[in-house]
């Protein structure tokens, strides 16, 4: 049980990296739950590197085949952004913009 305040929800996002699968996809799961309905906890897995971890499970798993964990991921960006001007920033000037359009290009092939 991962308590939700801010440790809890960097250490969820950190386990966004892991290269076990079942950890990884767990992780997303975690970190959508840890977040939903807290503005901080949103901000903290947003800033703990989780819209760069998230973009790059959806770009791994959308050449597998794995929809849901796609689905997933980009849900959990989406709701990172989602009124968080600061996470906007984030994600625009880390290039992440680029990278999500290189991701709906890769999906429709």
Do not use: Y
Request: charged share 25%; glycine share 12%.
């Amino acid at each position: 049980h991962v308590p939700a305040e801010p440790a809890g929800a960097a250490a969820a996002t950190e386990l966004l990296g892991d290269r076990r699968e079942f950890v990884r996809n767990d992780a997303v799961l975690l970190a959508t739950e840890l977040s939903r309905g807290s503005p901080e906890l949103q901000r903290i897995v947003a800033f703990s590197g989780a819209l760069d971890k998230l973009l790059a499970i959806a770009a791994e798993e959308v050449d597998g085949g794995g929809s849901v964990i796609v689905d997933d991921a980009l849900g959990l960006c989406a709701a990172l952004l989602k009124g968080a001007a600061a996470a906007r920033r984030l994600f625009a000037d880390g290039g992440c913009v680029g990278r999500l359009r290189g991701l709906l290009d890769d999906a429709e092939t």
